[in-house]
T-cell receptor, first 113, second 109 residues
Framework: DGGITQSPKYLFRKEGQNVTLSCEQN?????MYWYRQDPGQGLRLIYY???????QKGDIAEGYSVSREKKESFPLTVTSAQKNPTAFYLC????????????FGPGTRLTVL | GQNIDQPTEMTATEGAIVQINCTYQ??????LFWYQQHAGEAPTFLSY????GLEEKGRFSSFLSRSKGYSYLLLKELQMKDSASYLC??????????FGQGTELSVKP
């Protein structure tokens, strides 16, 4: 089955530790995106990548880093520099169809203790 | 600047019709998307409008007026499972989506 996977579903870390969230897709999509969602709020764009080995900052990139070494994978690292890392993180991908629809993974809920 | 507004909460009765409005002011426009999101889950795509007018898809319809920066999502024959958050998003450069805060819809028996 084609889709996007994120693991783990729930993640706990101590303050000051870096943590990497995984995102894998087998939809053969070129573009991938990372969003953060806080309670009662919409999705805010962290980073996005339109092609392998290239990525751009979104609206709230500070304290985060990404890599795009393979088309299928777009991991997100939440660094200790991120002031409020506890949130629901969603990864999405998009093909080249004209309607720009993004497909979302199931999300990772990160809690920093 | 980029601004997308939608009501925070709405309540409706099972079997009824509800309209969720969205207004937007963005520097670019590549279409208007509606997503449904149940609590703790991923958003799922509902509809896409790039031209003015109404798009119908089963119980759900979406309308767009580009000149007014306005869209709405219409849900008919409401069911309890329609209780969810509905996200309005504007397509932008690079295939990016700019999201509104979402409208939490509660369907009552």
């Amino acid at each position: 089955d084609g889709g996007i996977t994120q693991s783990p579903k729930y993640l706990f870390r101590k303050e000051g530790q870096n943590v990497t969230l995984s995102c894998e897709q087998n939809l053969n999509h070129d573009a991938m995106y990372w969003y953060r969602q806080d309670p009662g709020q919409g999705l805010r764009l962290i980073y996005y990548s339109q092609i392998v080995n290239d990525f751009q900052k979104g609206d709230i990139a500070e304290g985060y880093s990404v890599s795009r070494e393979k088309k299928e994978s777009f991991p997100l690292t939440v660094t200790s520099a991120q002031k409020n890392p506890t949130a629901f993180y969603l990864c999405a991908s998009r093909g080249t169809s004209l309607n720009y629809e993004q497909f979302f993974g199931p999300g990772t809920r990160l809690t920093v203790l | 600047g980029q601004n997308i507004d939608q009501p925070t909460e709405m309540t409706a009765t099972e079997g009824a019709i509800v309209q969720i409005n969205c207004t937007y002011q963005t520097s670019g426009f590549n279409g208007l998307f509606w997503y449904q999101q149940h609590a703790g889950e991923a958003p799922t795509f509902l509809s896409y409008n790039v031209l003015d007018g109404l798009e119908e898809k089963g119980r759900f319809s979406s309308f767009l007026s580009r000149s007014k920066g306005y869209s709405y999502l219409l849900l008919k024959e409401l069911q309890m499972k329609d209780s969810a958050s509905y996200l309005c998003a504007v397509g932008n450069q690079g295939g990016k989506l700019i999201f509104g805060q979402g409208t939490e819809l509660s369907v009552k028996p």
